[in-house]
């Protein structure tokens, strides 16, 4: 994985992974995700949603979450914010299909966080 630096565009620097969790309710997109990471070298574990996440987190932690938002169980947000609790240095990306953040935020703000 490469990031550039605000401030540095043109000089490419890596970024240290070796485990990373991707966690979706689309096989197809777990599945294509997956791939194209373990293509590159990173180890990779799949997961439909955040409940099924934060057992692969208890039993290792990852160097990275690439987590949709919107998923059955438990959402993206609400793993978000158990993650902070027993993993706060885990990076964690969060994507979703939805054009409008607002309208993907919607139903994690109106339900209650569950701590398990």
Known sequence: ?????????????????EHILVVDDEEAIREVVSTMLESRGYSCTAVSNGRA????VRRQTP????????????????LLDWLRNPRP???VIMVTAI???ST???????APTTTS
Do not use: F, R, T
Not at 9 to 17: G, K, P, S, T
């Open 99 to 101: 054009h409008d953040i």
């Open 53 to 56: 996440a934060q057992e692969c």
């Open 1 to 17: 994985m490469c990031a550039v630096p605000y401030n540095d565009a043109w000089e490419i620097h890596n970024v240290d992974l």
């Open 89 to 91: 240095e885990v990076p």
């Open 104 to 110: 993907a935020l919607e139903p994690s703000a109106a």
């Open 63 to 78: 160097d990275l979450v690439l987590s949709d938002m919107i998923m059955p169980e438990m959402d993206g947000i609400k």
